[in-house]
């Protein structure tokens, strides 16, 4: 069975930063892709960052030059960096990957941010 752990939220203040992590398990195939997304109380999921692990990198206009997403290939780990972080990125965020012709969503992990 797939299982994506994400760790690394926190309650911070403004301008601080956090390391999210997602652990991922129980994989046959290895990770095409993968993507952090943010959901905020009243709010659509967005995507945050995506890496297509073929050279493109993409980062929504408000993560572009505060996030960075990155993995640990070897230990199945996908990362997001995120700096200078402000209010509105308080939101529930996701770890998703996929794999063959299937994609994996993690359980989300709450990031909040205070003044």
């Known amino acids: 069975q797939v299982q994506l752990v994400e760790s690394g939220g926190d309650s911070v203040q403004a301008g601080e930063s956090l390391r999210l992590s997602c652990a991922v398990s129980g994989l046959i195939g290895g990770i095409d892709r993968h993507g952090w997304y943010r959901q905020s109380p009243g709010k659509q999921r967005e995507l945050v960052a995506l890496?297509?692990?073929?050279?493109?990198?993409h980062y929504a206009d408000f993560a572009r030059g505060r996030f960075a997403i990155s993995s640990d290939n070897a230990n199945n780990v996908v990362l997001l960096q995120m700096n200078n972080l402000k209010l509105e990125d308080t939101a529930v965020y996701y770890c998703?990957?996929?794999?063959?012709?299937?994609?994996?969503w993690g359980h989300g992990i709450q990031v909040t941010v205070s003044s």
């Open positions: 998703h990957i996929w794999s063959g012709a299937k994609d994996f």
């Open positions: 890496d297509t692990r073929i050279g493109d990198i």
